[in-house]
């Protein structure tokens, strides 16, 4: 009896040490703006290609700390993933509806860190070592009125049990400077 309630004990303890929460609390989480550019021509041809850019700093600004935190020292990570949204314009629900490319359309780096469904691509650090790159191409091919969003947009770093994971956080900007919505037409 004195063995059953020791175990019973043992395992109570074990239980309060088990904590599903491990990868919330060991997860930093950033902000950065201005890190897309996009120069929106308005109108395309069918077989054109869509381009956008991501680039943003190793070294981001963590709020309550003063200086600026290393992500790549901190995770090890030479590359954070990210999805992009593409919407077309539905004439049936007069509304903007999802798409999910096909791969074999979006041309960019898609290495082996990219878990994103859909449109998932990664960027990754420079030649200098300072700065997290990603060129993004989608070929164009159909018309319509279609729409990037960068509204949820999250770059995170791989999982990896030993380390910290960032997560960073990408904030529009609020003076609609970033003009999304473009045409296809045959």
């Not at 960019?108 to 998932?120: D, H, L, Q, R, V």
């Amino acid at each position: 009896m004195k063995k059953i309630v020791m175990c019973l004990i043992m395992g109570i303890v074990l239980i309060g040490c088990y904590s599903s929460d491990d990868y919330y609390d060991r997860t930093v989480r950033l902000q950065v703006r201005d890190v897309i550019t996009f120069t929106n021509d308005k109108e395309y041809q069918v077989g054109d290609t869509l381009r956008f850019e991501v680039a943003f700093s190793r070294y981001l600004n963590e709020d309550g700390f003063s200086s600026p935190l290393d992500v790549f020292e901190t995770t090890g990570a030479e590359a954070f993933s990210y999805g992009f949204d593409l919407y077309q314009y539905s004439d049936f629900s007069k509304r903007f509806e999802p798409i999910f490319l096909d791969p074999e359309l979006v041309i960019g780096s898609k290495g082996e860190g990219s878990y994103y469904f859909g449109n998932g691509v990664v960027a990754e650090l420079n030649e200098t070592r300072d700065t997290y790159v990603s060129e993004v191409g989608v070929v164009l091919v159909e018309s319509g009125t279609f729409q990037l969003d960068f509204d949820f947009l999250y770059f995170t770093s791989p999982f990896n049990e030993n380390s910290v994971i960032v997560s960073i956080e990408y904030v529009r900007p609020s003076d609609g400077t970033l003009d999304l919505e473009f045409s296809v037409v045959e």
